[in-house]
């Protein structure tokens, strides 16, 4: 979109940002704001063969650009809650979105190699109470 580089050039912004807009009822683009770091697209990015941090990194230390190559078509990406979701509404079996789900090549939520989301995400919805973690009760003193 040519506003958001108009933006991103006047405020000299280097690197990684996404730039959230929304129209107004005359149908304009109003900046929401800007978030100067990497989304979550990097990753089925990084799937299909193409490293983004290393080329932003290689730009913002002056470092020549490697031969960036053709990104590989086809990756799939699971945001699993509203995923499932979808399916459900679709009417498609969980056991059928679960088997898709689990031949996508970026999780959002779960992969073998990095658990840690998933636990947190669990961890999350256990209550406080519950996990035994209440907060001390204030001294009396």
């Keep these: 979109m040519t506003l958001g580089r108009e933006?991103?050039?006047?405020?000299?912004?280097?690197?990684?940002?996404?730039?959230?807009?929304?129209?107004?009822?005359?149908?304009?683009?109003?900046?929401?704001?800007?978030?100067?770091?990497?989304?979550?697209?990097?990753?089925?990015?990084?799937?299909?063969?193409?490293?983004?941090?290393?080329?932003?990194?290689?730009?913002?230390?002056?470092?020549?650009?490697?031969?960036?190559?053709?990104?590989?078509?086809?990756?799939?990406w699971c945001v699993h809650e509203p995923d499932l979701r979808a399916a459900r509404a679709a009417g498609i079996p969980v056991t059928r979105w679960f088997a898709w789900a689990l031949s996508c090549e970026a999780q959002s939520l779960f992969a073998l190699d990095d658990p840690m989301p998933i636990v947190r995400r669990l961890l999350t919805r256990v209550p406080r109470r519950s996990a035994g973690l209440r907060p001390p009760l204030p001294s009396k003193t």
């Design 7 to 76: 933006i991103v050039r006047r405020i000299a912004l280097r690197g990684v940002a996404k730039l959230d807009f929304k129209r107004d009822r005359a149908g304009r683009p109003r900046l929401l704001e800007v978030n100067p770091r990497f989304n979550l697209w990097h990753h089925p990015g990084a799937k299909a063969g193409v490293n983004l941090p290393q080329l932003v990194y290689r730009d913002l230390v002056g470092l020549p650009r490697a031969k960036v190559p053709q990104a590989r078509p086809g990756v799939r």
